[in-house]
C-alpha cells in the first residue's frame, strides 16, 4: 500500500486499504491519528514527529506488519508497544 514521507512537515502517512475512510483517532500520545472505515476498520495510519521517532502503541497489534513494511520503505523503524 501506498506510503507518504512529508519530511518538511515532519508527517508520514501508511494506507492500509483503498476502502472510504469515515472518521479517526488521535491516539493518547497526540503522536498518531488512525483512519477508520464505517466498520472501524484501521484504514492507514499518519504519524506525526516522524524526526522524534515512532512507535506503534495504540495501533491494533494485527497492522503492525503492514504499518512497519510502509515505514521501511523509508527506513523507518518502529518500536513496538510494551
Known amino acids: ?6 519530511e518538511d512537515e515532519d508527517v508520514l502517512y501508511v494506507q492500509l486499504s483503498n476502502e472510504e475512510i469515515k472518521g479517526g483517532l488521535l491516539t493518547d500520545d497526540h503522536k498518531k491519528t488512525i483512519d477508520l ?14 524526526s ?9 497489534e494485527e497492522y503492525h506488519d503492514a504499518v512497519n513494511a510502509g515505514l ?3 527506513g523507518i523503524r518502529a518500536s513496538q508497544p510494551a
Open 37 to 50: 472505515d464505517v466498520d472501524n476498520k484501521v484504514r492507514g495510519v499518519m504519524f506525526l514527529y516522524v
Open 52 to 60: 522524534d521517532g515512532v512507535d506503534l502503541e495504540g495501533i491494533p
Open 72 to 74: 521501511e520503505q523509508f
Open 1 to 6: 500500500m501506498p506510503t507518504r514521507h512529508e
